[in-house]
């Protein structure tokens, strides 16, 4: 199994199927605590509408009982039975009273007051249109008998009876509840009741009251159309109250065929499954309000209720399903990727290893795969540089065989001196030998000098086997004996700028700086050429005890990849004369003293050497953990012009 199989197979097992599986449990969980949740939910709100309805009729009841027991009441019953069968109006205190139980409600129908014979004595009507705080009726004559039904019951209450007498009725606004308190007369008088007051509450107003305010204080109203909440009376079978109006007043059989089987499972405070014709499921609990005579049912459409979480539930299974297969397909492409950068560094090794040291290994990415091409393109770039200095080695002992080989000529030339100093010491009179012994003498001098000078001291500057004659130097002083010797004769053809100090101070070995000097000023006009230019030469002192000189040119410039790989390699020149090893030679002079050579240059604008030096003595040993670092600009490069012609 290849490493990609197997990654895909990772992915899958360690990704995939976890993630799907915690899916379904979240699944089963979610419905499970949906319907907890749910059950819950119609339970509530079933006995808290019951709550609601009994104590705000307990609350009616409770004020018509303390109406009851007012003195005035009790006083115009006892007097209004003795009169004439039209009664007087009730006292301000008692209509005041009576008046209040309508304040703020629309529930109440009617208040009436009976006398001990049940005769009507006064019908306080709730007002048919305004604040139900206003406008009162009270109505002492011209009675409807129908509307005076009570409970018979109360004229054999004693004072000792604390509750009302309820009873469910049917009016011409619907169905609704009588309450019947007594009117007792003076505590000396007989315990029989003197009178009664008749409370008629509208059933349904009740029920819609404490089911709006049951539901705003513990439910979500934007769920509203998936809620219902209905009371059947006990009695008669029709529905009293439907949070669809429309089935209000109808038969339970009719407006809800389903209130049979709710009542049967949920009588024991269960909540119960029903299916309405749509095919939709509906959760149910049932409530059986204090003395309302009704049965009270809140459901919940369990389908629409249950739909979100399941979606949600569902994408917890297909989207890691989603997101796996995404994984893998990703996974599938990185790694083909991955695949494609490996054989390409591995093409680049085998290309190497066949001997072509030139080829890099392009990645155009990040990661792993480009650290790895990074690496192999360093080994390679290292195993070049080894490469090379093998080779530099090899010419080194090229050239010592090559200064063997000169040593012979120059022993045979101090043979030839020998001899000519033999000859002078017999024909020294002669003045004809005179003449040509001086000529001889002068051309074997700048023979041997020549020599010296192209050979001896490159090798002993790269071999560091000569000892320093350091000592404070004066570097402007030299500079202007290089310009002086070097440049200003050209100066017709040259224009050359000096900025230098009065003095500038630095420990070196003055006739080696000066060769370096020499050098870089040498270059510069070859640079430039018959075609002529500046030559700018500036020295200056810089942070850290260090001073430093440059020379620039505005000769034809060297691109950065030929002063990369070409500019300091020794043994390597373009020139026509010279053996490559100038600008090498310079530095490694400047190495030595504890300096750096910088290289400025751009193509058609001209180039920058710039000479860094410390101020004060440098020892050999201040160079341990450095050994010879240099800048990009000046590592590994070759000794030639900008044209490529750059040499000492």
């Not at 008046?99 to 009436?112: I, Q």
């Not at 109360?154 to 619907?174: D, F, I, M, N, Q």
């Not at 439907?242 to 009542?263: C, I, K, M, W, Y």
């Not at 050429?529 to 620039?552: H, I, K, P, Q, Y």
Request: with cysteine; hydrophobic share 45%; net charge neutral.
């Amino acid at each position: 199994m290849g490493l990609r199989a197997k990654l895909l197979a990772a992915v899958a097992l360690l990704a995939i199927v976890p993630a799907t599986a915690i899916g379904v449990y979240n699944y089963t969980a979610s419905a499970r605590a949906v319907e907890a949740l749910l059950r819950e939910d119609v339970r509530a709100r079933a006995d808290a509408a019951a709550r609601r309805a009994t104590a705000t009729l307990r609350a009616h009841e409770a004020h018509l009982t303390h109406v009851a027991g007012l003195s005035a009441l009790r006083k115009y019953v006892l007097d209004s039975t003795t009169t004439a069968p039209e009664a007087a109006e009730p006292p301000e205190e008692v209509r005041a009273a009576v008046a209040a139980l309508f304040a703020g409600t629309s529930r109440l129908a009617a208040v009436s007051c009976l006398d001990g014979r049940g005769r009507p004595l006064f019908r306080a009507s709730a007002p048919t249109s305004g604040p139900p705080a206003t406008g009162t009726t009270f109505q002492t004559k011209d009675f409807i008998t129908s509307t005076l039904r009570f409970d018979e019951r109360v004229w054999s209450l004693t004072t000792a009876h604390k509750e009302p007498l309820r009873a469910p009725s049917r009016e011409p606004y619907g169905s609704g509840l009588r309450s019947t308190v007594p009117i007792f007369g003076p505590e000396d008088a007989p315990a029989r009741p003197a009178g009664a007051l008749v409370l008629e509450t509208k059933l349904t107003a009740l029920l819609e009251d404490a089911t709006e305010e049951s539901a705003t204080a513990a439910d979500d109203t934007s769920r509203a159309t998936e809620r219902v909440l209905f009371a059947v009376d006990t009695d008669s079978g029709l529905v009293v109250y439907h949070t669809n109006e429309l089935l209000t007043g109808q038969t339970a059989v009719e407006a809800v065929p389903h209130f049979d089987s709710v009542r049967r499972e949920a009588a024991a405070g269960a909540t119960a499954f029903y299916e309405t014709p749509g095919g939709e499921r509906w959760l149910a609990a049932l409530a059986r309000p204090e003395g309302l005579g009704v049965e009270l049912v809140a459901a919940e459409n369990y389908t629409r209720a249950v739909a979100g979480p399941r979606r949600a539930a569902w994408a917890g299974i297909v989207l890691p399903l989603l997101a796996g297969a995404v994984a893998l397909a990703l996974v599938f492409v990185l790694t083909t990727r991955a695949r494609r950068r490996i054989e390409r560094v591995a093409e680049g090794a085998a290309a190497v290893a066949g001997g072509d040291l030139e080829r890099r290994v392009e990645v155009d990415s990040s990661g792993a795969t480009r650290v790895l091409a990074e690496g192999f393109n360093l080994m390679t770039e290292r195993l070049r540089e080894h490469l090379r200095r093998e080779a530099e080695t090899r010419q080194f002992e090229s050239f010592m065989r090559l200064s063997a080989m000169l040593t012979h000529d120059l022993k045979n030339s101090i043979t030839g001196l020998s001899m000519l100093v033999s000859n002078m010491e017999r024909f020294y009179d002669h003045e004809g030998f005179r003449a040509d012994a001086v000529s001889s003498l002068r051309e074997a001098t700048d023979k041997l000098r020549r020599i010296v000078a192209r050979l001896s001291e490159p090798v002993k500057s790269m071999s560091g086997e000569y000892r320093r004659d350091a000592r404070p130097t004066d570097l402007v002083a030299v500079i202007r004996r290089v310009l002086a010797a070097h440049a200003e004769p050209s100066a017709p053809l040259y224009e050359i700028d000096k900025r230098l100090p009065a003095e500038l101070i630095a420990t070196v070995d003055a006739e080696r700086v000066e060769n370096v000097v020499e050098n870089l000023v040498v270059n510069a006009l070859e640079a430039m050429g018959a075609r002529g230019g500046r030559l700018t030469v500036e020295a200056g002192a810089l942070a850290g005890d260090l001073v430093f000189f440059s020379v620039a040119d505005t000769g034809a410039g060297m691109s950065e990849e030929f002063i990369r790989t070409r500019l300091f390699r020794p043994f390597s020149t373009t020139k026509t004369k010279g053996i490559g090893l100038g600008l090498y030679t310079c530095r490694e002079v400047v190495e030595t003293h504890g300096g750096r050579l910088e290289v400025e240059s751009n193509v058609g604008a001209g180039t920058r050497f710039r000479v860094v030096l410390p101020s004060a003595l440098f020892t050999p040993h201040a160079q341990s953990g450095q050994a010879r670092k240099r800048t990009a600009s000046s590592a590994d490069a070759t000794d030639a012009t900008p044209d490529g012609q750059r040499d000492a």
